[in-house]
Structure formats: C-alpha cells, structure tokens
C-alpha cells in the first residue's frame, strides 16, 4: 500500500492556511521530490501555478508522469495523463483547508507544500511541521534543447 501523505499549497490571502489534498501510494519523499518536479516541469511546463491548480482537483492514489489517459489501477479511479491515478476525478469538495499550527495533528506522515508565488517546494513531516525536512525551488522552464529540474538533485 505505501506511504500516505499530503500535496497542496498555501492559502494565498492567509499564509496561516494551507490547502490538501490526499496521496495514497508512494508518498516519501525520495519518489514524491522528483515525481513533483517532474510533474511541474515535464506536464506543466515549468508553470507551477497550473502544476498546483491540477494536483487540488483530486484526491490521489498516486502521482506520477507515467500515468497516461488508458493507464488502470482500480475501478473507478480515473488517470490524468502525465500527472496521477485520482481516486475521484470531478470532486464535490474543496480541497482541505488546515491551518498550519495543526499539521501536526494530521494523520499521514508527510505534507508537500508547493508555492507558486516562491516557485518553491517545502516537504514537511507531520512528526515536527514546525521544521522543514527540505526545501527546494523549481527552476524556470528549460530552454528548447534541455532538459532537466534541479529540485530534488535530479537532471
């Protein structure tokens, strides 16, 4: 089953919210970093903003830009090609709103905080949320011919 954990971002008009939305699979981050960054530059474009937007429509079995739009992993579950498994594809709900003082209370293990206005990806473990474990910033979109993110060390 994995690692569960949290992707979302800060609330842009109250820096003391933040909003989620649920990972259920492979949420460490020695897949999730990279898969992030992976996601923003390869799906996206380098647009963290658009990378943010797309990732708090749906609650996650997984992430990953190897999902393409015939890809299966339970029924009902829906891929969004270059991104992730949802578990729900057109969700009802808005994405968790929490404030950042309780993070600590949540249940699974790791929170993913990406900043579109800092181009910037914070992991935090819910055991100590006060402290980030990491902290990395996206580069701008490569130019036509490159390839590669620095976030996590990966090229």
Same mark, same amino acid.
């Given at each position: 089953m994995g690692t569960r954990g949290y992707v979302g971002c800060p609330d842009v008009t109250d820096p003391t919210v933040v909003h989620l939305r649920y990972v259920h699979s492979d949420a460490v981050p020695e897949y999730m970093v990279p898969t992030l960054a992976e996601i923003q530059e390869q799906t996206f474009h380098g647009d963290t903003a658009a990378t943010v937007t797309a990732l708090l429509r749906c609650t996650w079995a997984y992430l990953g830009t190897d999902v393409s739009t015939d890809a299966t992993f339970l029924a009902g579950d829906t891929p969004i090609a270059g991104v992730g498994m949802a578990i729900e594809a057109a969700p009802t709900e808005p994405p968790t709103a929490v404030p950042l003082a309780r993070l600590g209370e949540l249940w699974e293990p790791w929170v993913y905080l990406i900043? *579109?206005?800092?181009? &910037?990806?914070?992991?935090?473990? &819910?055991?100590?949320?006060?402290?980030?474990?990491?902290?990395?910033?996206?580069? &701008?979109? *490569?130019?036509?011919?490159?390839?590669?993110?620095?976030?996590?060390?990966?090229?």
């Open positions: 900043d *579109p206005a800092t181009n &910037t990806l914070t992991v935090l473990s &819910t055991d100590d949320p006060d402290h980030p474990t990491a902290r990395h910033t996206f580069t &701008t979109p *490569p130019a036509a011919g490159s390839t590669g993110s620095t976030v996590g060390g990966r090229r």
